[in-house]
């Protein structure tokens, strides 16, 4: 496999995709049904990238949802890479697959983007970026590496505590780094998921 279908597949995976290792290992993908045009959207790519047929989305009437699953046997090699002790592991070689489209695809599943204002209303005071891997100490620096080595954005780490009591971090950046992130991921931000990053004249 290419590496910008290994880049892409893997950007899906780090997102909300799921391995699921049950009956081999099958990629699936839950959006709500207001989001379903970014589920097709991700269907329609994965069709592409692997030359197979569009799946068909199961819908759940119970959490009003749809799912696509798909299996490919080199989903099971990228298990191998991703998880550990079922779960996703951010390690430097993998993010090093990473290209600027995959990261986008990463990002408009975990990533935030918010405004906050001063006491004027509508007057921007500045914008707020977030990256909720809710990783470990060790991942969360990879990823922060990441960034700084290849892009030169600066994320730093907010420590959150889980409910079974153990440690998790997310990444955040303010606006300054955030106009590097915008622009980064322009190019590959769909229709209805700019919200997710900064508006052109903004940067």
């Not at 959207?41 to 199961?58: A, E, G, M, V």
């Not at 390690?91 to 204002?117: F, N, R």
């Not at 769909?190 to 052109?200: A, D, H, L, S, V």
Request: hydrophobic fraction near 35%.
């Amino acid at each position: 496999m290419d590496k910008n279908k290994k880049a892409l597949l893997i950007g899906l995976i780090l997102g909300d995709g799921y391995l699921n290792p049950r009956s081999g290992v099958a990629l699936e993908i839950v959006h709500s049904s207001k989001q379903k045009f970014y589920l097709d959207y991700k269907n329609k790519l994965i069709s592409r990238l692997l030359n197979c047929k569009l799946c068909i989305p199961y819908y759940r009437k119970s959490n009003d949802c749809y799912k696509i699953s798909k299996g490919h046997r080199y989903f099971k090699i990228l298990h191998k890479w991703i998880y550990k002790n079922k779960v996703k592991r951010f390690s430097k070689k993998l993010l090093s697959y990473l290209t600027p489209e995959a990261i986008a695809l990463w990002w408009m599943d975990d990533g935030t983007h918010a405004v906050e204002c001063c006491h004027k209303p509508g007057v921007v005071s500045s914008h707020k970026f977030c990256l909720y891997t809710y990783t470990n100490k060790e991942d969360t620096q990879n990823i922060i590496d990441f960034f700084a080595d290849n892009y030169n954005i600066n994320f730093y780490p907010i420590k959150r505590h889980l409910k079974n009591g153990d440690e998790a971090f997310y990444l955040q950046c303010r606006t300054r780094e955030g106009r590097k992130l915008s622009n980064l991921l322009r190019p590959y931000i769909i229709p209805g998921m700019e919200y997710k990053i900064m508006r052109k004249e903004e940067c």
